[in-house]
Every structure is written in structure tokens, then in C-alpha cells.
């Protein structure tokens, strides 16, 4: 393989497999039970040290919340026929991927509360399998880990504030086909980021949240065969989006609740990623836009130990244009509906199971090499939880 034809197909990935991930709101929590609404404002366990700090102040005691997740994905890349290269089909490529987290709150007073967070909702591994672009990839992974230490703050009976300087762990890995044998690029970088919280209470039966993600920047280097000799070193960064989420959540009534979310995320700084091989940048395709998130949820307390869950969340394409997407991105306008439940085993005991089906538009890939689409993808999310209180 010539080494211009090689930094073509790595620049037509650049854009994809360097920059594979997605942002999840599932985290094995009592929130996908709800499509995430009312995340930032809920606060009725120790998850809300993910979706809002603030909310820790609501919490009495010390709380401790663990989170199962099992993800499906459907997703078929099915090629058009007018690529270059043709051959066996990819499949699926998601299939099955775990997830877990878990979160502890301590009260330090009543005021002043502390608490640790550790969860991944940051990436997506895909398996092409032995298909006709085995060559340019095989496999490809980008997932990052947060470690989420916390304070939150309760300034009178309306304010609270909260926030934390955050850890977080990524890992990229890139395999494809040679004559040789698979070749796999990869390598892990820690990176910080910080997020912020604010929460009020005009009255007892209503809550506003908004809660603040900066960006996370990912500095990823390895290096590939060079067809002459040697190796061509390779560098990737990558831009985790900042956030913002706005949540409402409304008592009703003793047995009825309410809650909305509102949210914006900066995918159009994806753009400024940037690989460059060896000493030369390789151009990067301008897809990306920011996204808007809308989600409304409802509560009903059947019995005083069982509460059930439901919701609708929609958000808009991080594509510019869905005719012209990314292999490794199998994304676009996504609708979840979610529904669960959380029962009360005894004072300090519960346990609670969610499901949550989020379906994509389908996205079209202008590949010379690998022209094709995924058709109406979807998500599956199984997850179960449990919370005690000390």
C-alpha cells in the first residue's frame, strides 16, 4: 500500500475512529426508567452527584447507589455497492456492552455534604467483524471512566450549590486487517474537566436544577506500519463536548410526579479535533453541529414501597447533514422511551430495575471506499439498581 493511499484512509477516518464516542445519560441509574428527565432537579439518591452536585443537599445521612447496565445496539452498516471495496457485510457492529457505576454521599452537617462518583458514559466500542473494510478497521473503541469527587453546599432553605474537579480515564484502540495479521492501534490518556451545580426550591413540591460539564480533551498517540520502513508516528486529540441541563421536577400530588429537562451540547467542537500522521495534519470533515435535548418524565407512587417511572426524551442529530456521516458514528435525531421501578425492601433498602429503547435516524456514510448506511438504528438499555441508606 502506497503511503499517500494509507494517510488518505486514515484521514477518512479521522473524523470516525478517532472520535468514536457518544455520550450516554444511561448510567445504571433510576433515570433511565425516566429517558433522563428531571435528572439535574430530581435528586432522590446519591446519582445526583452525575447529573447535578447540588443535589446532594437533599440527601439525609450517608447514601450509597450502585448501577447494572447491559446496552444492545442494532446497528447494520450495510454497503450501497458503490464503494471501491466490496465483500462480506459488517453486520451488526454494536452488540452487547456493560456498564456500572456507583456513588456515595456523606453529610458532613446539614449544610455541608461530600461524596464521590465513579461511572462511564462517555464512548462506544464497534466489531465490523471480517467484512470488506477489514483493512482500514476491524474494530474500534473509545470509552471514558470518570472519577467525580464532590461538594455540594446548602446556602439557605431555597439555594444549594455543588461542584467537583473530575477525573477521567480514556481509552482508544483502533484494529484492522494486514497480510500479517490484525494490527491494533491504541493508547489510554487521564484527563480532567470540572462540573457545576446549582439548585432551588420556590417551594416544598418544586425544584430547578441546572448543572454545568466542561469539555474533557483526550491526547491519544501510537503509530502505524510504514509500507517503505519503519513506523509513521500518530497523533489524535479528542474533545469530549461541554454541557449544560436545565431540569424541572413538580409534586403533583402524594402519589404524582412531574419533571422536565431542557439541554445543549457542544458537539460542534468535534471539528477541532485534530490526527495528525507523522509531521502532516490530515483534513477533517466539518459534520458535526451542537445537539438540543427535551425530556419529560412522570412518577406515580403506587404503594408506599413502589414507585414507578416513565419517559420520553428526544434529541437533535450532532450531523449537519445525515447523508453524509461517520463509519464509526452510527448516530442522528434520537427518540428514548423509558419505563421502571424502585421498591422499597425496607428503611434503608432499595432496589430498582429500568428499561430504556432509544431509536436513531439513519445516517448515510460518503465513503469512496466504503459507500453505505445505517438504517434506523437502535439501543436497548437493561439495567438494574440498588441504594442503602447509613
Not at 483493512?135 to 461538594?151: A, C, D, E, H, N
Not at 445516517?363 to 441504594?387: D, E
Amino acid at each position: 500500500m502506497k503511503p499517500q493511499l494509507l494517510a488518505l484512509l486514515l484521514a477518512g477516518l479521522s473524523g470516525s475512529s478517532w472520535a468514536g464516542g457518544l455520550y450516554l445519560y444511561e448510567l445504571g441509574t433510576e433515570d433511565v426508567g425516566l429517558a433522563g428527565a428531571g435528572s439535574a432537579a430530581r435528586a432522590q439518591d446519591a446519582t445526583t452527584i452525575a447529573t447535578n452536585p447540588a443535589g446532594m443537599t437533599l440527601l439525609e445521612g450517608d447514601q450509597l447507589t450502585i448501577g447494572l447496565q447491559g446496552l444492545y445496539g442494532d446497528a447494520k452498516y450495510q454497503q450501497d455497492g458503490r464503494g471501491a471495496l466490496s465483500g462480506n457485510e459488517a453486520g451488526n457492529v454494536v452488540g452487547w456492552f456493560p456498564g456500572m457505576s456507583a456513588f456515595y454521599s456523606h453529610s458532613v452537617d446539614e449544610q455541608l455534604k461530600v461524596g464521590i462518583g465513579v461511572y462511564g458514559n462517555f464512548g462506544l466500542g464497534l466489531d465490523f467483524g471480517d467484512w470488506s473494510g477489514s483493512r482500514l478497521i476491524k474494530k474500534s473503541t473509545l470509552v471514558g471512566m470518570t472519577i467525580q469527587p464532590t461538594v455540594a453546599y446548602k446556602i439557605n432553605d431555597q439555594w444549594s450549590v455543588g461542584g467537583s474537579i473530575n477525573a477521567n480515564y480514556g481509552v482508544f484502540s483502533l484494529t484492522r486487517s494486514t497480510p500479517g495479521g490484525d494490527v491494533e492501534l491504541n493508547d489510554t490518556d487521564w484527563s480532567t474537566s470540572i462540573k457545576l451545580g446549582v439548585l432551588y426550591q420556590p417551594d416544598s413540591a418544586t425544584r430547578l436544577g441546572l448543572s454545568y460539564t466542561s469539555e474533557t480533551e483526550y491526547n491519544f498517540n501510537s503509530n502505524i506500519n510504514n509500507p517503505l520502513g519503519g513506523q509513521i508516528p500518530v497523533n489524535g486529540s479528542i474533545n469530549a463536548p461541554q454541557q449544560l441541563m436545565f431540569s424541572a421536577f413538580h409534586q403533583l400530588a402524594p402519589q404524582w410526579a412531574v419533571m422536565a429537562n431542557l439541554g445543549w451540547q457542544n458537539w460542534g467542537a468535534y471539528n477541532d479535533n485534530q490526527l495528525w500522521l507523522g509531521n502532516n495534519e490530515a483534513p477533517n470533515a466539518d459534520r458535526m453541529q451542537d445537539t438540543w435535548h427535551t425530556a419529560l418524565g412522570l412518577q406515580y407512587q403506587a404503594t408506599p414501597a413502589l414507585r414507578l417511572n416513565t419517559g420520553i426524551a428526544y434529541d437533535s442529530s450532532f450531523y449537519k447533514d445525515q447523508q453524509n456521516t461517520s463509519l464509526t458514528m452510527p448516530s442522528g435525531e434520537a427518540w428514548r422511551f423509558g419505563f421502571g421501578g424502585q421498591y422499597q425492601l425496607n428503611k434503608t433498602d432499595s432496589l430498582g430495575v429500568a428499561f430504556e429503547y432509544v431509536h436513531f435516524d439513519s445516517s448515510y456514510v460518503q465513503s469512496p471506499l466504503l459507500s453505505g448506511a445505517y438504517h434506523s438504528p437502535k439501543m436497548y438499555f437493561i439495567t438494574a439498581n440498588y441504594s442503602k441508606k447509613f
